[in-house]
């Protein structure tokens, strides 16, 4: 197998880390380059090499990734966070190097929860109602208020006392209350659903802390949501779908994320390897492996990635840094 060079970005976050483990597990002829807005990070010790980046919004962000592609000859990006996913591909035209992400048009969408509400209902597709607190007229029942940009749990308050007191920056939403279920789905080169795996979840500090693996509402959601979403002109990849199941069965579609997920690292280790899809088709030009899914039941846990003897985190940024795990 020929070797190739990957691009990971994010690689402080949960999402980068797991797409990085990820890789190293299929253990691949893969050089792996990571990026980050900080240059001492958790995820440089499962990197060959690292760079500290801007945010993606900064008007020199694209300049230093197409500096690092030159200079590292990079094969493939997978970007990992949401604003990375949209301004990635928004200049993918002027990037010498394949970038997994939806097409910019999408991945702008989906971006901005708001947004996604406004576009899965002029299509008919199923979606949490939403409005923002300029046009809210009152709601009989719970509400939440939530950053229309945001990401996790930040930012979000339940039952305000004056919802309308916030900016146009934010969208209110019923508060439907249930299980709360994170789907991925990965879409193939042929437009075609390869592949869904759900999880019901437990958060903790907005993302995924506890999770067991479920498929009673899998059939539902294809037909009521996911093959209309493929219809669409530009999706591919990986996605993550975020809904509540409520008591009646009812689905309740609140958010969609154009890129991999957090909990990539559990679904890899239960048959559904959506980082390994995408090297195969992207970086390889081969068929996605066959999704073999299995049941099972996982907890987040902290651990530590200790560098003994350092006294500075200035050569802290690759795999071949001293360290131990523990």
């Given at each position: 197998?020929?070797?190739?060079t990957?691009?990971?970005t ?11 483990r ?6 691949w ?26 945010y993606?919004y ?10 690092i592609v ?8 997978i970007?990992?966070?949401d604003?990375?996913v ?32 406004k ?6 597709i ?7 607190p ?29 919802p ?5 920056d ?13 789907t ?5 080169k ?41 219809d ?23 958010e ?25 088709e992207?970086?390889y ?10 049941e ?15 006294s500075?985190?200035?050569d ?11």
């Amino acid at each position: 197998m020929e070797e190739k060079t990957v691009l990971v970005t994010g690689i402080g976050g949960n999402v980068g880390q797991g797409v990085l483990r990820n890789i190293r597990d299929i253990n691949w002829p893969i050089h792996i380059i990571g990026t980050n807005v900080e240059a001492f990070s958790a995820g440089n010790h499962l990197c060959d090499k690292t760079f500290m980046v801007p945010y993606a919004y900064d008007n020199d962000y694209i300049d230093f990734v197409k500096k690092i592609v030159e200079e590292e000859h990079v094969d493939l990006i997978i970007p990992t966070t949401d604003f990375e996913v949209y301004y990635l591909s928004l200049n993918a035209n002027s990037i010498n190097a394949t970038i997994v992400a939806c097409d910019a048009s999408i991945t702008n969408v989906y971006l901005d929860k708001y947004l996604s509400y406004k576009h899965h209902t002029s299509l008919n597709i199923p979606f949490v109602q939403s409005w923002l607190p300029s046009e809210f007229e009152g709601f009989e029942g719970d509400i939440i208020v939530k950053p229309r940009k945001g990401r996790g749990s930040r930012g979000i308050t339940i039952n305000p006392e004056d919802p309308k007191s916030y900016s146009d920056d934010y969208m209110i939403q019923p508060l439907h209350k249930g299980k709360e279920i994170t789907t991925a789905i990965y879409i193939d080169k042929n437009k075609s659903l390869h592949g869904i795996f759900s999880m019901e979840r437990q958060l903790q500090n907005g993302a995924t802390n506890k999770c067991k693996t479920v498929n009673t509402f899998d059939n539902k959601l294809k037909e009521d949501i996911i093959f209309k979403m493929i219809d669409q002109e530009g999706i591919r990849g990986s996605l993550n779908l975020q809904y509540i199941v409520d008591n009646n069965q009812n689905i309740h579609l609140f958010e969609v994320n154009c890129r991999i997920s957090g909990t990539n690292s559990i679904r890899h280790n239960l048959g559904f390897q959506d980082v390994k899809y995408i090297l195969q088709e992207y970086l390889y030009q081969e068929k996605p492996s066959k999704v073999t899914k299995k049941e099972g039941v996982a907890i987040r846990l902290l651990y530590d990635v200790i560098y003994p003897d350092a006294s500075t985190t200035s050569d802290l940024n690759n795999k071949s840094s001293n360290f131990k795990i523990y």
